[in-house]
């Protein structure tokens, strides 16, 4: 199976390509353009090496948050493009389990956590099964850094990873201590490959483009401040 994912629901972009299981091709941009300028280019080149064709791609995989609510847009939107265009199945991959799949610890605890701004935090846990997939323990959730790290049960090894846990690494370890563990640079991060291999378990998922859109988990901070603004005036 060749499998093709899309992620764009963070400060990096990246696409990558899969053949039987294997990493066939991967891009990975963190801090150059917009997602929105660079994303399809980045999908095309991933088929010039193989002289592949759209339409050669058996299933498509996008990265559906949560994440940043305008990347997560530009990459639903481009996917469920391509996937109308080729007619081919498209399945929506949570960006939490992505990225615990890419930081595998085999015991203990995986955290993924991102960052979310004001304190605020997208985050989940998960157990790692033996074939690399996460198996839930923490639902997702969108909420204060803190209130996470309570809700960790007690006594579990974590390795956490994200540019959540980057953002908050001090506290973690304060309030942790030894039980904390970070997934290091080239595994801390959501790549499009993860995403791959989440979708190839779950293949027999994914149908037409239209059952795919995006894993915000809270409103928008431009919807919530009308609202605030709203309330007040009332």
Request: include cysteine.
């Amino acid at each position: 199976m060749t499998i093709l994912s899309i992620d764009a629901s963070g400060a990096a972009m990246s696409v990558a390509l899969t053949r039987s299981g294997a990493v066939a091709y991967e891009t990975y941009l963190r801090g150059g353009p917009r997602h929105a300028v660079t994303l399809m280019e980045a999908v095309e080149r991933a088929f010039e090496p193989f002289a592949l064709s759209p339409t050669d791609i058996d299933l498509y995989a996008v990265v559906v948050g949560p994440g940043s609510f305008t990347g997560v847009r530009i990459g639903v939107c481009a996917a469920k493009a391509i996937a109308r265009a080729t007619g081919k199945p498209l399945l929506g991959v949570n960006a939490l389990e992505a990225l615990a799949a890419g930081s595998y610890a085999p015991t203990g605890l995986t955290c993924p956590m991102i960052d979310a701004r004001r304190n605020q935090v997208y985050a989940a846990a998960f157990r790692m099964r033996g074939e690399g997939l996460p198996e839930r323990v923490l639902e997702d959730r969108a909420c204060a850094f803190d209130e996470f790290l309570s809700a960790i049960p007690e006594g579990e090894d974590c390795l956490f990873s994200g540019d959540g846990a980057e953002t908050h690494r001090a506290e973690i370890e304060s309030a942790l201590g030894e039980r904390a563990w970070f997934a290091p640079p080239h595994t801390g991060a959501l790549r499009a490959s993860s995403a791959c291999h989440i979708a190839a378990s779950r293949a027999g998922e994914a149908g037409d483009f239209r059952a795919v859109s995006p894993h915000y988990l809270r409103k928008p901070q431009a919807e919530r401040e009308r609202e605030a603004r709203r309330s007040d005036g009332q």
